[in-house]
């Protein structure tokens, strides 16, 4: 019993390409408060949207030694890119229970939409990998989707332009097509997006019900956890660490922004050794 | 004489971290249209602005590896972080005519500047390295330079937000202050930043000049090739090839938009191999 009450108060690991899991992590450290968690960020080799699926492999594996190398207990892939090209690739290699944003966000979706038409917006990346689509449709075969591309909501948050008159034009535009749809489900495909929830919402109009990934990656890790009884029995906060592979100094400054917290400390290491 | 005219028909390399060198290639094309090009976008690895100056370093010393197995006979670092980092270091390497964004930008402002008060806007990287800053008070010490960092201004010209309301928008933001500044001058410090050229003179008005950095440079090689004596004696249209580190057929889409003609052929190499 000992040694089963050691491991549910491991911590729970979260990797992503860099700042955008931290709208997961945020969400864990709200519906998890007691849990330990070990956030990395790869920073160093950001953006993952672009690159193959080879790639996303073997980046993800290095970021799954090095979480487990800590000693955690349990994985969320809080990045679309990661989840939908290497996450079933992971769950094979390790035996580690692990979760990833796509997966939490179209059971979500299902569930929420009365008229069967939901449309999904992500980067470039999240949209032609049709990981959402296809989740959707293994969900409900009836499913109307309408997916959307919105590439510059990345950058908008990254820079703070969350609710400006520029990012509300900018939405205009991208959504204008997604509003004749009838949609009556948006999901925010990308990790980035809940921070522009309020902007999108404004466009989307209040019939139109926000699925946010990592809100529903968040309360999908709590179900898991419960499930497997690994959840803390630790009765006090959990610790945070963040990690990452390049420039920890941008990575807190901005982290602070999307975390709605400060951010003590943010160590370097070398994942390519990983 | 066969042996040097054999050398003078060799081919000019380009490198940048990606796609925003294209508008440094596309002058180079326009100004030198008999040259033969090799260009060599480092899609696999970019961006770099956020990366070690070791690191960049590194990266660019392979890509030089490239285009001289290749044959070139001249090259041309078609990227602001390459060109502030590397630079220096790759010339003491090589033993073949190189040039660099930078210093051309700087040579041209600080000619076209009146009354010495001088804008750089580029990338966060770019502003912080103060590779303008330092080229512009070396030709004349008494310039007065105002930096801005606009790093919105790489995702909207890959969007194609090029004379939108939204850029507009951004675009004042950004600008506001240097507005305020007195400039005379403006140099776009970003290889991407030529695409939003319209719309940043419209917001700094026709008194200020703009100094696009691509076409400088193109006017730079094609100084340096004619006192070097090693201009093309071809008298037809010279051959352009592409080659990249990651998703060609991104590159080509983008690409085209980029240089405003189609792109045949793009090329995927393994750059970590050289």
């Known amino acids: 019993m000992k040694a089963r009450e050691n491991h549910r108060n491991k911590a729970i690991g979260i990797f992503d390409s860099g700042i955008g899991g ?65 996450l079933e690739y992971l769950e094979k290699i390790y035996n580690i229970p692990m979760i990833g944003v796509v997966g939490p966000g179209a059971v979500a979706a299902a569930r929420a939409s009365k008229n069967g038409r939901i449309g999904v917006i992500g980067t470039q990346g999240t949209i032609a990998s049709e990981s959402y689509q296809k989740s959707l449709t293994a ?64 466009v989307m109009g209040g019939d139109v019900k926000l699925i946010d990934s990592a809100e529903e990656t968040a309360g999908a890790a709590r179900a898991i956890l419960s499930e497997l009884d690994l959840g803390s029995s630790a009765a006090a906060a959990g610790k945070r660490s963040f990690f990452v592979s390049d420039s920890p100094e941008k990575f807190k400054i901005l982290g602070e922004a999307f975390l709605g917290r400060r951010i003590a400390k943010v160590e370097l290491i070398d994942i390519n050794s990983y």
């Open 139 to 202: 969900i409900n075969g009836s499913l109307k989707i309408f997916p959307k591309a919105c590439p510059l909501f990345v950058s908008l948050a990254e820079e703070g332009y969350i609710d400006k008159p520029a990012a509300k034009l900018i939405a205009d535009d991208y959504l204008e097509n997604l509003k004749n749809k009838k949609i009556d489900t948006l999901v925010l495909g990308c990790t980035h997006y809940p921070l522009l929830k309020k902007t999108i919402g404004a």
């Open 22 to 86: 931290l709208t997961v992590a945020r969400e864990i450290f709200r519906q998890l408060p007691n849990e330990e968690v070990i956030y990395f960020g790869d920073t160093g080799r950001y953006p993952y949207g672009p690159r193959s699926a080879e790639i996303i492999k073997k980046f993800s594996r290095q970021n799954v030694n090095f979480l487990i190398e800590k000693g955690v207990k349990f994985i969320v892939v809080a990045c679309n890119t990661a989840s939908a090209f290497a």
